[in-house]
């Protein structure tokens, strides 16, 4: 059985930084494409960063380029986020996923974390 447990969340100040673990069971991230998606109040979850495979492409979303950056250490078969300068708009319920049917930036992932939330205050 595979599981996908996130990491990290909390409450930070605008302009702070945070880093979102995601640790596998049942399965690696090798040879799979991985991702973290987010979920606000009131909206649809939406795509923040992945990392492809075959050849470890890294792909943000424009509104995290340059501060976000999705990354995995293999011997601990985890995937991580390092978020850096967090804005209030970064708040919400962050997921990682793995194993995509789709597009990888289209949330239809096989598997699921249950989310860590992420909180920025202004």
């Known amino acids: 059985q595979v599981q996908l447990v996130e990491s990290g969340g909390g409450l930070v100040q605008t302009g702070g930084s945070l880093l979102l673990s995601c640790a596998a069971s049942?399965?690696?991230?090798?040879?799979?494409?991985a991702a973290w998606f987010r979920q606000a109040p009131g909206k649809e979850r939406e795509f923040v960063a992945a990392?492809?495979?075959?050849?470890?492409?890294?792909n943000y979303a424009d509104s995290v380029k340059g501060r976000f950056t999705i990354f995995e250490n293999s011997a601990e078969n985890t995937l991580f986020l390092q978020m850096n300068s967090l804005k209030p708009e970064d708040t919400a319920v962050y997921y990682c996923?793995?194993?995509?049917?789709?597009?990888?930036?289209?949330?239809?992932?096989?598997?699921w974390g249950q989310g860590t939330q992420v909180t920025v205050s202004s």
């Open positions: 996923a793995t194993d995509p049917s789709g597009v990888y930036s289209s949330p239809e992932y096989k598997y």
């Open positions: 990392l492809r495979w075959p050849f470890m492409i890294r």
């Open positions: 049942g399965r690696t991230f090798s040879g799979v494409t």
